[in-house]
């Protein structure tokens, strides 16, 4: 059986201010979170500071991005070794937002994730096809070759202590959620995949859905067989909101 995970992408959001309030909700509400791991990835500067805060509870610390490198001559970048000191244990790779906006490939993505795994951090490997993709019939094409790529560089085998997040890019931040079913066929494309190389790991990996997840749908969505949880970004940044999302899988 496979423990469902919610994990709060806060991206560029937040101050110290208003990520005490987060935390101080969030960690008030745990304790009617009864069956889903839950974690928050705050941007870099704050991970030290909520760290310390989720000290103590069941609250999980993961980074947005993780360099490919270990340390060295690479200006603005932030190594796994760092994030590990300063409390990380997931490090989320090849979101959306960096393949689209910051031009990270699908190899340079699974470098990162190579880092994460080598510094001992939990990759969170994001996936996903643009709209036009889906309208051209190619989103098992584009997420096959997202996941080709790490699995040539790393092996099946890396992928058995890795999480998966399959994030439609039309669904993120556009309050366009793909359906329960749509998610549902892109999740079991992806566990069919590796399950032709490792029955072992298909079984086993966490497949998160992200893309408007809200506390009014995620019961649904996390109530179809192949969604093991959700990775959450607008909606994680409110504590009740998130609250209500991580509840989700206690009813499923
Ligand atoms: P959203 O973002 O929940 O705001 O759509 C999800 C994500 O980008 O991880």
Redesign the pocket.
């Known amino acids: 059986m496979r423990q469902p995970l919610v994990a709060g ?1 806060w ?1 560029m959001n937040g101050s110290a201010a208003s990520i005490d309030t987060l935390m101080a909700g969030l960690k008030q509400g745990m304790a009617e979170v009864k069956t889903a791991a839950v974690a928050v990835c705050p941007p870099f500067v704050y991970i030290s500071k909520v760290a310390e805060l989720a000290k103590g509870t069941k609250i999980g610390v993961g980074s947005q991005d993780i360099s490919d490198q270990e340390s060295g001559a690479f200006t603005g970048e932030v190594s796994g070794p760092m994030l590990k000191e300063v409390g990380c244990q997931y490090a989320i790779v090849g ?3 960096r393949r689209a906006i910051y031009g990270e490939s699908d190899a340079f993505t699974a470098r990162k994730f190579a880092a994460a795994r080598k510094f001992g951090l939990i990759p969170i490997l ?1 996936v996903g096809e643009l709209l036009e993709e889906r309208e051209q019939g190619i989103t098992e094409q584009v997420v096959g070759r997202q996941l080709d790529a790490v699995i040539e560089l790393e092996g099946i085998a890396a992928l058995g202590q890795a999480v998966i ?1 399959y ?1 439609p890019v039309w ?4 309050g366009k959620t793909a359906s329960p079913q749509q998610a549902q066929d892109v999740h079991a494309f992806i566990r069919a995949k590796l399950a032709t190389l490792d029955k072992g790991v298909a079984d086993k990996v966490q497949i998160l859905y ?4 809200k506390g009014s749908n995620a019961v649904e969505l996390f109530g179809m067989p192949d969604l093991d949880g959700g ?5 994680s940044l409110t504590a009740d909101e998130f609250l209500a999302i991580c509840r989700a899988p206690n009813q499923s």
Request: proline fraction near 0%; glycine fraction near 24%.
């Open positions: 992408n991206k979101h959306s937002e994001c997040a994030e669904a993120i931040g556009t992200g893309g408007s997840v990775l959450i970004g607008g909606a």
